[in-house]
């Protein structure tokens, strides 16, 4: 099993020990159920709290509020999750990271929303991107364009699904749905921003340091079958709630 024990730098500031999965690019569905997987381990205090770090190909996913109607090309592998929110479309060159974290209480998942974003957004300052969280709904905005979008689900006090950064991603997909109820032009990526490639494990290696300051802990890497001895569960197909 892994340490909790907790450590500290050279300044006394004390970070809890967290675990770190970088999947690399993985299939939606089977990342899905090990979110599940991982989230009731973290609830029985089997393992510490986390990060999941993954790349999808093209999939959209439908949080609580989504409907059919969102989806406009009929042709792309839809997954009904239960996160909060409506349309999301993940694919290449996208960072997605889903925090498992357990919550004092449930009152905590605005702040958690609030420090994802911070850690967003300080990532998206280390290129040179003035980033907020200002805009019409939650998530980080540029220049009244969504470039990262939040949908957490909590369930047992712990927290899965998380944020979807666009870093080089495809904008043109995003016309493929109706992403969080707008139009899909509201969409915008580092790459579009700064006129020029973005490297995705440059923004994935900003985003691990942001995210051990914004909430104070250690992150180390490990493998799904150190999280999970007894194996992933079953990978549910699109369509399936």
Known sequence: MLETTQGGDADGVVFRDAWLLDLGRAEYGATWAAQRALAARRADDLIPDGLILVEHDPVVTLGRRGTDADVLDKTLPVFRVERGGEATFHGPGQLVGYPILKLPDRLEVKRLVTDLEEVLIRACADFGIEASHEGPERGVWVGGKKIA?????????????????????????????????????????????????????????????????????????????????????????????
Do not use: W, Y
């Open 149 to 241: 979008s939040l949908g957490l689900a909590v369930q047992r006090s712990v927290t899965f699904h998380g944020f979807a950064h666009n870093v080089s991603t495809d904008l043109a997909s995003f016309l493929r749905i109706r992403p969080c109820g707008h139009a899909g032009t509201i969409m915008t990526s580092m790459e579009k921003v700064l006129g020029h490639p973005v490297d995705l494990e440059d923004v994935k290696a900003s985003v691990i340091v942001h995210f051990q300051t914004v909430f104070g802990v250690t992150l180390r890497r490990v493998a799904l079958a150190e999280l999970l001895p007894e194996g992933a569960p079953p990978a549910p197909a699109p369509g399936t709630p």
